[in-house]
């Protein structure tokens, strides 16, 4: 089994830059994929970005060139830099992953970003 604990969210003016961070434990030590999602309140949640064991990544049309997505695993940890927030990037941001076939979510991080 898979814990994902996220941290590194909090209040953030716009333009502003943070860096969340997802640390993983349990039997398994790296997912070969894991991603970042996010869900604002009355929105679905959606896809951010995403990494696979080898590096491969992919970001969400709404914030490509703004955020990157990275992983230790060493440090059984992925990270995502947020960098020129916009107020519309405020949401709960939840880590996930999979490994070999079971889906595992964390339990997720406020990110506000407001004057």
């Known amino acids: 089994q898979v814990q994902l604990v996220e941290s590194g969210g909090g209040l953030v003016q716009p333009g502003g830059s943070l860096r969340l961070s997802c640390a993983a434990s349990?039997?398994?030590?790296?997912?070969?994929?894991m991603g970042w999602y996010r869900q604002a309140p009355g929105k679905q949640r959606e896809l951010v970005a995403h990494?696979?064991?080898?590096?491969?990544?992919n970001y969400a049309d709404s914030v490509r060139g703004r955020f990157t997505i990275s992983r230790d695993n060493a440090r059984n940890t992925v990270y995502l830099q947020m960098n020129s927030l916009k107020p519309e990037d405020t949401a709960v941001y939840f880590c996930?992953?999979?490994?070999?076939?079971?889906?595992?979510w964390g339990q997720g991080t406020q990110v506000t970003v407001s004057s």
């Open positions: 996930y992953t999979v490994v070999t076939g079971t889906g595992y």
């Open positions: 349990g039997t398994i030590v790296s997912g070969r994929f």
């Open positions: 990494i696979t064991n080898i590096g491969n990544t």
